[in-house]
């Protein structure tokens, strides 16, 4: 059974740095994507960052230039750099790994930025 556990999230001051990691356990094979996604309730789940088997990061246009993905291939970890946090970074965030056949999600981590 595959098994994503973020772990990372927390209290924050705005200005501050946060690195959530994400651990992949279980019988995966053909990983071919791993992302950050955020949520915040009552809004739809979107697409933070993503890395690829090439090892070219993807981010959306909210984080860039301020968070950085990066990917353990050896160890099938993901994580997530977050620096200058914003109060409106404040979200639940979830892991994301697709292989050819099947997507799994992790059971999110909440960051919280507020001063």
């Known amino acids: 059974q595959v098994q994503l556990v973020e772990s990372g999230g927390g209290l924050v001051q705005p200005g501050g740095s946060l690195r959530l990691s994400c651990a992949v356990s279980g019988s995966i094979t053909n990983i071919i994507r791993m992302d950050w996604h955020r949520q915040v309730p009552g809004q739809q789940r979107k697409m933070v960052a993503f890395i690829g088997n090439g090892n070219i990061p993807k981010y959306a246009d909210f984080v860039k230039g301020r968070f950085t993905i990066s990917r353990d291939f050896a160890k099938n970890l993901v994580h997530l750099e977050m620096n200058s946090l914003k109060p409106e970074d404040t979200a639940v965030y979830y892991c994301?790994?697709?292989?050819?056949?099947?997507?799994?999600w992790g059971q999110g981590t909440q960051v919280t930025v507020s001063s």
């Open positions: 994301k790994v697709s292989t050819f056949d099947d997507v799994y």
